[in-house]
């Protein structure tokens, strides 16, 4: 398993924790909604024979997922012990930053009123601890190592302060084609527009299609569709309504859409064609 910030490639068995126990993106309080019978089965058939789960960079999944993976796999496989009676091997470091909009794993998880009274996680007391302390990926930059060891701990020297900004750079400096990361999703959305903007060729804009499902009046579903145009990203599971595409251009996934297929959040490809409506008449309607 692989947490949801890191790309999840089309190994079957590598994939989000999120994709895996059918966890929806943008829940970010309560107890885990009921899976559907169908969709329960289905994962309950894949997931038969499973005796291990294997967690990479534990230190990106909060105490609330952590909660959620024990209730699905409690669910699915209809037993009572904490994840549902499957092993599971955490592997990462704690000292990184903890999860966003979530509290560390080792931390009580904000469920109900009844787990805000915890001050530590039940779940987090069934693993054991084991510490790895050989050095690989720097083993051979002792400086390096120092700087990192004191910045997790919070106890950074002068020398410290000074290695990390003589890596600061200034924007012209940056490649064109380097990825860059932003506090603010507002910040992301004006750097990808003015990217597109600035990119020579024509622009497109391909608008969602929502519809309604059961019975509604014409008047509730129109005031409901009209009512979406303006959701945040994080109230639509991260589909935008209107997306502003130009082909060579690269794109990242931000959604799991087709594991299997490869069509996972942090994919990235180059858009080379697009398809349009027959109807369409102007370069702006839907594609």
């Given at each position: 398993m692989r947490t949801l910030r890191k790309s999840?490639?089309?190994?079957?068995?590598?994939?989000?924790?999120?994709?895996?126990?059918?966890?929806?993106?943008?829940?970010?309080?309560?107890?885990?909604?009921?899976?559907?019978?169908?969709?329960?089965?289905?994962?309950?058939?894949?997931?038969?024979?499973?005796?291990?789960?294997?967690?990479?960079?534990?230190?990106?999944?909060?105490?609330?997922m952590l909660h959620y993976i024990?209730?699905?796999?409690r669910q699915i496989k209809g037993v009572k012990?904490?994840?549902?009676?499957?092993?599971?091997?955490?592997?990462?470091?704690?000292n990184h930053l903890p999860p966003v909009m979530d509290k560390p794993i080792y931390k009580a998880p904000k469920?109900?009123?009844?787990?805000?009274?915890?001050?530590?996680?039940?779940?987090?007391?069934?693993?054991?601890?084991?510490?790895?302390?050989?050095?690989?990926?720097?083993?051979?930059?002792?400086?390096f190592?120092?700087?990192?060891?004191?910045?997790?701990?919070g106890d950074m020297t002068n020398?410290?302060?000074?290695?990390i900004k003589s890596r600061k750079i200034n924007e012209i400096d940056v490649p064109e084609n380097a990825i860059r990361l932003f506090d603010k999703n507002v910040d992301v959305n004006d750097y990808n527009q003015q990217r597109i903007e600035n990119y020579p060729g024509n622009d497109y804009n391909s608008i969602a299609k929502d519809k309604i499902v059961g019975k509604a009046s014409d008047y509730v579903k129109n005031?409901?569709?009209?009512?979406?145009?303006?959701?945040?990203?994080?109230?639509?599971?991260?589909?935008?309504?209107?997306?502003s595409i130009k082909k060579g251009i690269k794109y990242m996934i931000t959604n799991n859409i087709d594991v299997?297929?490869?069509?996972?959040?942090?994919?990235?490809?180059?858009?080379?064609?697009?398809?349009?409506?027959p109807n369409s008449v102007t370069e702006t309607e839907k594609l």
């Open positions: 999840c490639f089309s190994n079957r068995w590598r994939v989000t924790c999120h994709t895996a126990f059918a966890l929806p993106v943008n829940q970010c309080a309560g107890q885990t909604a009921e899976l559907s019978s169908d969709l329960a089965n289905h994962i309950r058939t894949s997931l038969f024979n499973l005796k291990l789960i294997i967690i990479d960079e534990i230190s990106m999944v909060g105490s609330r024990d209730t699905r796999l012990e904490p994840f549902g009676g499957v092993s599971i091997l955490a592997v990462g470091d704690l469920i109900n009123q009844l787990s805000e009274l915890l001050d530590t996680n039940p779940l987090w007391d069934e693993f054991y601890y084991y510490e790895l302390n050989q050095i690989m990926c720097q083993k051979d930059e002792t400086e190592i120092t700087c990192l060891n004191n910045l997790a701990a020398s410290d302060i000074k290695l005031k409901v569709l009209n009512g979406l145009i303006n959701k945040k990203l994080s109230e639509t599971g991260g589909y935008p309504y209107k997306l299997e297929d490869g069509l996972v959040n942090g994919s990235t490809g180059c858009l080379k064609h697009i398809l349009f409506e």
